[in-house]
């Protein structure tokens, strides 16, 4: 078996010494550099660091949407990515929403509504099926994106601070939803966050970033047993350890 159809087997994405620079003020603004990781199948991992570290470049280069300078990022599969913004077309239905993702994936007209019905079921948005976005709360509004990200049928979901706008008490419903949802599929997810409890509450493994630009500065490996608690004792040190990381990361950079 060769060395890149084992990893492709072992793993659903790898970065290797990807280098990712943009033109700004008449020079090249480097947001990432040298950074290398590995996420394997079923694997929920989550992003810490910074404004500005190049978390949300690492998903777009991971998604397509931007080449890398240098380096490598491969997904080995399908992919999902899901933003701050629920980003919905506010002249869609919550349904039409979802059914337009299955549309796209090429689902027959005749199944999409079932589907999209099913979809909002599983993020218990059942009865709201006819709602338009400006008729969702916020925390609504992020369920029908994860539906629509569900209805993608990817293999990987990358997750850039999809809850940070949320109020608290929705934040910790969605964490839930969230780990359940992970737990009934097994999607491998990313998520990446510049909140070290909500990064502890949800990972296997936190890796946290340095400052521009971005690398994965250390691993932590989360073995708290789930479900987690953001109020727990336990919970909280880890999460302490990663902010005094992550303060340090920025005082060495003058930040």
Known sequence: MSKVLELSEKHALSVEKLTMAFPHDGQLLLALEGTTLEVKRGELVCVVGASGSGKSTLLNVLAGLDLPSSGRAHVHGRVALMFQEAALLPWLTAAGNVELALELRGVKAAHRRELAHELLR???????????????????????????ALAQDADVLLMDEPFAALDAITRDLLHEELERIWNESRLTI???????????????????????????AQ???????RPRSLDSPELAVIAGRITDRLKHEMNSRGE
């Open 122 to 148: 599983r993020v218990h948005l059942e009865g709201f099926e006819k709602r338009r976005p400006h008729e969702l709360s916020g925390g609504m509004k992020q369920r029908v994106a994860l539906a629509r």
């Open 219 to 225: 691993e932590v490996k989360v073995e708290l047993p």
């Open 190 to 216: 990313l998520f990446v966050t510049h909140n070290a409890r909500e990064a502890v509450r949800l990972g296997d493994r936190v890796l946290v970033f340095t400052s521009r630009p971005g690398r994965v």
